[in-house]
């Protein structure tokens, strides 16, 4: 029985879907105007993990991640660039799905582009204000009223009167009250024809809350099972987007919400300020994808992550145990997972318990270790398909152990003959240069283990 924790009543929750045997889910996904930062590679990780694990359990599930590709940051960026916001936009959202693909995220069903819902947002506009929920202020943008709308910050828990206006909330002249928030932008003389959408409140462009309430409603319905995304969107972007879209549609918007945890680089928030701010690009030039996807798993979602050269060593040096494992007892294939077996079972145990990730990979630990002790072939195929359901595993070993990110190219000629002159020195009994040899290819990165089938490497 899987249990979800609900940021919502802030608990877990038995998961009873909508419509019973399908599950339809949205999460928040990137604004494209920069290439994506550890913080999105956890939320793309992360909500792959449950997607999985959701048809893992015979779920028939409908995957949406947005697309915002209108905002200030995006206007102003291909402003500074001297190009067009849709150039701008397709070459980033190009850049994403390449990060994507190296980390093993699997495409979402719909990824939709903001620009192309302009229409269903205006729509959603009217409908509020035809609720008395909306307003045009004095300087022309539509708002939100606030305060008209009952349960406003049921989601933060906060009362209204702790509640202050996010980042992105625009305390702009004409507002009612400062807690309102813009949902249609007025056009400014200055701004690219681009971003200039003809409406019955003049000529603008939609404000950022809106875009994922209409987008969400048109793809997955009025109401919908699962809303993700990170813990900094709680408020206001989506405590904004349960008042649109409740108001709006006048009922339930989603009925389980869940929020990652926040990354964190050597104990300090990563910001670019502090000078610590990564790409994935960045961390994919040090380290291999499949090491950097092992490293976000194997923290539980709710967690903080805490990202240091130290934790991805450490993670590489884990998941080479688990390859290791694979390569030395070569995996019989398994035409299904029997869940009633102890360690799947345990395995099943951990993840419908809140997506326990952690959990879940302690049983890969526990089956590469029986596969080492027993040479069960049977245990290094559960090992494989148990990876597989979290996305891990699906390389060839040695591929993997001899490979990654961190070599500088591909030298296994010269790995090669090295163990070849290693192992002429043994025959010849000069130990010393044997020892030589090892020492410098450990030197190097490169771990040799003496086998019954000969001398194998992997990098250390």
């Not at 008395?132 to 906060?158: I, M, P, Q, T």
């Not at 961190?406 to 070849?420: L, M, P």
């Not at 450990?442 to 019954?452: C, F, Q, S």
Request: hydrophobic residues 40%; negative net charge.
């Amino acid at each position: 029985m899987l249990k979800i924790h609900n940021s919502l009543s802030r608990k877990k929750e038995r998961f009873v879907p909508i419509e019973p045997g399908k599950v339809r889910m949205y999460v928040c996904g990137m604004t494209v105007y920069d290439y994506c930062h550890l913080g999105h590679a956890r939320v793309m990780v992360v909500f792959d993990m449950v997607v999985r694990w959701l048809r893992a359990s015979d779920y028939e599930v409908t995957y949406v991640r947005n697309i915002t590709d209108i905002d200030d940051k995006i206007i102003k960026r291909a402003g500074e660039n001297g190009e067009s916001i849709r150039a701008l936009t397709d070459r980033f959202i190009a850049a994403m799905h390449d990060d994507a693909d190296a980390l093993g995220v699997q495409r979402p069903d719909h990824e939709p582009r903001a620009t192309e819902y302009v229409l269903p947002m205006q729509k959603l506009i009217g409908e509020l204000m035809g609720h008395g929920l909306a307003y045009k202020a004095d300087n022309e943008d539509v708002c939100f009223a606030v305060r008209k709308f009952e349960g406003y910050g049921k989601l933060s828990g906060k009362s209204l009167d702790e509640l202050r206006a996010g980042e992105r909330v625009e305390v702009a002249g004409g507002k009612q009250d400062p807690l309102d928030f813009v949902l249609w932008k007025h056009a400014r003389a200055d701004e690219p024809e681009e971003v200039k959408w003809a409406s019955p409140w003049g000529a603008g462009r939609p404000g950022w809350h809106i875009e994922c309430s209409a987008m969400s409603s048109e793809l997955l319905g009025a109401q919908f099972d699962i809303h993700g995304g990170g813990a900094d969107l709680q408020f206001p972007h989506h405590e904004n987007e349960i008042a649109q879209s409740e108001g709006a549609h006048q009922c339930s918007f989603v009925n389980y919400w869940m929020h990652n945890g926040f990354v964190r680089v050597d104990d300090e928030k990563m910001s670019k300020s502090l000078g610590n701010f990564f790409t994935i690009r960045d961390v994919l030039k040090e380290y291999a994808p499949e090491v950097v996807r092992f490293f976000i798993l194997r923290a539980h979602y709710r967690s903080p992550l805490n990202y240091s050269d130290a934790h991805l060593v450490d993670a590489r040096n884990a998941l080479s145990r688990l390859y290791t494992a694979l390569r030395n007892v070569p995996p019989v294939p398994l035409p299904v997972v029997d869940w009633s077996s102890p360690m799947a079972a345990r395995f099943k145990v951990a993840m419908d318990d809140d997506f326990n990730t952690a959990e879940a990979l302690s049983v890969l630990f526990d089956l590469a270790a029986e596969a080492n002790r027993s040479q069960s072939a049977e245990a290094s195929g559960l090992l494989k398909e148990l990876g597989g359901v979290l996305g891990l595993l699906e390389q060839d070993p040695t591929a993997f152990l001899q490979g990654g990110a961190e070599s500088a190219g591909d030298d296994s000629a010269s790995v090669n003959a090295r163990i070849e002159a290693r192992i002429a020195a043994k025959k010849a009994r000069n130990f010393a240069e044997a020892d030589r040899i090892r020492a410098e290819l450990l030197a190097e990165g490169i771990a040799l283990e003496d086998t019954a089938q000969g001398t194998i490497w992997r990098r250390a």
